[in-house]
């Protein structure tokens, strides 16, 4: 999963139930954008990853029969280094600070390095 939409073979079969006018948004939106309803649906896929709470964390992997394919819109070096870094596009620096407390992510991973917000 890279940044971008993009698909080689399309041998499954994804459904959704939804109402019509749910359909109907998502298919106006895909057009807006260019896109087939599928493209549109994977792609926004992609985009919730690059929102999640810290860096790190906007990773997703997904086996594929060809290998592993990757999405880490921001990239793996937070993640493979150890470090805790706030994705600003997600939560704000209070918010950051009472997930970094309730995780206790200094007592369960003394070795990450946290970089403070700002």
Do not use: Y
């Amino acid at each position: 999963m890279s940044g971008k939409a993009t698909t080689k073979v399309r041998n499954e079969r994804l459904e959704a139930r939804v109402s019509r006018d749910q359909k109907a948004l998502f298919q106006r939106a895909a057009e807006l954008q260019g896109r087939t309803l599928t493209d549109f649906v994977i792609a926004s896929v992609h985009d919730a990853v690059a929102t999640w709470p810290e860096t790190a964390t906007c990773v997703a992997v997904r086996q594929r029969p060809d290998g592993m394919e990757v999405c880490a819109p921001h990239g793996l070096a937070d993640l493979l280094d150890g470090i805790w870094r706030v994705n600003p596009i997600r939560v704000t620096p209070a918010i950051s600070e009472a997930r970094l407390a309730r995780q206790r992510v200094r007592v369960r991973w003394p070795r990450v390095r946290v970089v403070p917000p700002g």
